[in-house]
């Protein structure tokens, strides 16, 4: 009896392993497929066009009664962002990174393996000023990374002024080489 139970059910189970199986098959066969035609998607965009840098030109000194004692640091100008959306603002703050770090810009395409990559949010008030940082992902395996880009954001201030949005709250995925040097997700030239 147990014989022709087995006979029976044997096969039952052997089919609906082979059609799982097939499931499995076709669903990781899909999966990568899309991914390959996101990474094409990807690679036909042009790269992103360079802002034209501007040119702040200060206003007239006025003759001061007493010699100035001390000298004031010179203040940085950074054209404000007309964003509508975070999205938009992402790219504009991403430009104003690679502007401040061009020295420390992975240049290519980066390598497979990176060293941490880590996904930020950045609260920026009206005036350009860094007021929060939040990880969403922070690369725990790499706690100096961390503290480089924390020291990172808060020393590039101020960004670009969200003069339509007031203030902003963006993220953006920092890709880090072992070499020290990073790309952002936003500009971001690929992976090999």
């Known amino acids: 009896m147990d014989h022709s139970?087995?006979?029976?059910?044997g096969p039952l189970?052997?089919?609906?392993?082979n059609m799982l199986f097939?499931?499995?098959?076709?669903?990781?066969?899909?999966?990568?497929?899309t991914s390959i035609i996101g990474l094409l998607a990807a690679c036909t965009n042009p790269p992103p066009a360079e802002?034209?840098?501007?040119?702040?030109?200060?206003?007239?000194?006025?003759?001061?009664?007493q010699p100035a004692t001390s000298l004031a640091p010179a203040s940085t100008y950074v054209q404000p962002s007309n964003a509508t959306t975070p999205r938009e603002y992402r790219r504009d703050g991403a430009s104003h990174l690679y502007t401040k770090?061009?020295?420390?810009?992975?240049?290519g395409k980066?390598?497979?393996l990176l060293y941490a990559i880590g996904v930020l949010?950045?609260?920026?008030?009206?005036?350009?000023?860094v007021t929060a940082l939040h990880w969403m992902r922070a690369p725990t395996q790499a706690p100096e990374v961390v503290a480089e880009i924390e020291h990172s954001v808060r020393k590039a201030a101020p960004f670009p002024a969200p003069v339509k949005l007031g203030r902003v709250t963006y993220t953006d995925t920092w890709l880090w080489d072992k070499s020290g040097r990073f790309q952002l997700d936003t500009l971001t030239e690929g992976q090999l």
């Open 5 to 9: 139970i087995n006979c029976l059910v």
């Open 121 to 129: 949010q950045v609260d920026i008030d009206a005036k350009g000023a």
């Open 51 to 65: 802002p034209p840098p501007t040119v702040q030109t200060p206003p007239p000194r006025q003759p001061t009664a």
């Open 101 to 107: 770090y061009a020295k420390r810009i992975y240049p």
């Open 13 to 17: 189970i052997t089919k609906r392993f």
């Open 22 to 33: 097939q499931k499995l098959y076709r669903a990781s066969l899909w999966a990568s497929a």
């Open 110 to 112: 980066m390598p497979p």
